[in-house]
């Protein structure tokens, strides 16, 4: 079975950068997409970023584009969500998915690891 384990998260002041990682361990998935999304207190899961592992293709949500970069380390099964100028409407539990396409749905995707929460202060 695929597992999927974010890390990087913490608490921030505004402005400032956070790099999150997400490990993928167990069956291979090359031609899967691998997504990033993100769920506050009381709101939907939301879309943040993409990637297929084979191309490298990319999407984002029109709230993190300019600010965040999704990447790829296909040897070492990671995804890395780069964070910058972060803001308090980022703050949220981020969750690292893994599916067969890339798609902003969350019903899209397959396996989901536990979250890492990261909280952004004024």
């Known amino acids: 079975q695929v597992q999927l384990v974010e890390s990087g998260g913490g608490l921030v002041q505004a402005g400032v950068s956070l790099r999150l990682s997400c490990a993928a361990s167990g069956r291979t998935f090359s031609n899967y997409a691998m997504g990033w999304f993100r769920q506050a207190p009381g709101k939907e899961r939301e879309f943040v970023a993409a990637?297929?592992?084979?191309?490298?293709?990319?999407i984002y949500a029109h709230s993190v584009k300019g600010r965040f970069t999704i990447s790829r380390d296909n040897a070492k099964n990671t995804i890395l969500l780069q964070m910058n100028s972060l803001k308090p409407e980022d703050t949220a539990v981020y969750y690292c998915?893994?599916?067969?396409?890339?798609?902003?749905?969350?019903?899209?995707?397959?396996?989901w690891g536990q979250g890492t929460q990261v909280t952004v202060s004024s």
């Open positions: 990637i297929t592992w084979s191309g490298g293709s990319t």
């Open positions: 998915a893994a599916g067969p396409f890339l798609v902003v749905s969350p019903s899209g995707y397959n396996y």
